[in-house]
């Protein structure tokens, strides 16, 4: 049974840092990534990583502020979180599948999903 979990959440000020775990236990795949979804708004793409980890892709809105990497021996994803914003308030979610490649943003594309841990910037 494929289970992503993430961790890591919390409340930060503008200008901090987090960073997101994602935990996956039941297979592994080729590409995991990470979407985030605010009050009242669509989920939406935030990043997305290779198998290697050479290959990275990334939302404009948090291009060059997060990062993305994973521990393939630990099946782990990371999402690190700097120079927050009070727009990058929302609920962060892992996400994986078989068929899925870096430039797939459409969220009905990807099969699993962990529970999602929120993400609070304040100003």
């Known amino acids: 049974q494929v289970q992503l979990v993430e961790s890591g959440g919390g409340v930060v000020q503008a200008g901090g840092s987090l960073r997101l775990s994602c935990a996956a236990s039941g297979r592994t795949f080729s590409t995991m990534g990470w979407f985030r979804q605010a009050p009242g708004k669509e989920r939406e793409f935030v990043g997305a990583i290779s198998w290697s980890g050479t290959s990275t892709r990334y939302a404009d809105s948090v291009a060059g502020r997060f990062t993305i990497s994973r521990d393939i021996a630990k099946n782990t994803v990371y999402l690190q979180m700097n120079s927050l914003k009070p727009e990058d308030t929302a609920s962060y979610y892992c996400?994986?599948?078989?068929?899925?490649?870096?430039?797939?943003?459409?969220?009905?594309?990807?099969?699993?999903w962990g529970q999602g841990t929120q993400v609070t910037v304040s100003s």
């Open positions: 996400a994986a599948g078989p068929g899925v490649s870096l430039y797939t943003p459409d969220v009905k594309t990807w099969p699993y």
